[in-house]
């Protein structure tokens, strides 16, 4: 079993910059990749970054590549998203999720997931 709580969201202007963090509980946290997802309203949930057990293997989507930056620490059981810097379209409820299966890019690959956190970006 996994917890997951997202914290760090928040109201930014473009151009602006904030840091997502996912602290984990339970003792397979190190063991797992976790990914980030984002939803925003009327759109489907769509994959952002992921990270492996080790850290050793990353991907982004498209969209964010070269602006977020996916990390963690699992001496502290967190895996954190910087984002810099952000644009309206990345307006969307952030979520992280771990222990997934198949391409870890599908957001039904995940078998735990946090309750989300808002990230507003105003122009």
């Known amino acids: 079993q996994v917890q997951l709580v997202e914290s760090g969201g928040g109201l930014v202007q473009a151009g602006g910059s904030l840091t997502l963090s996912c602290a984990a509980s339970?003792?397979?946290?190190?063991?797992?990749?976790v990914g980030w997802f984002r939803q925003a309203p009327g759109q489907e949930r769509e994959f952002v970054a992921v990270?492996?057990?080790?850290?050793?293997?990353?991907n982004y989507a498209d969209v964010v590549k070269g602006r977020f930056t996916i990390s963690r620490d699992n001496a502290k059981n967190t895996v954190y998203l910087q984002m810099n810097p952000l644009k309206p379209e990345d307006t969307a409820v952030y979520y992280c999720?771990?222990?997934?299966?198949?391409?870890?890019?599908?957001?039904?690959?995940?078998?735990?997931w946090g309750q989300g956190t808002q990230v507003t970006v105003f122009s």
């Open positions: 999720a771990a222990d997934p299966e198949g391409s870890w890019k599908e957001w039904t690959d995940y078998g735990f």
């Open positions: 339970g003792r397979l946290f190190s063991t797992n990749p």
């Open positions: 990270i492996s057990a080790s850290g050793g293997f990353i």
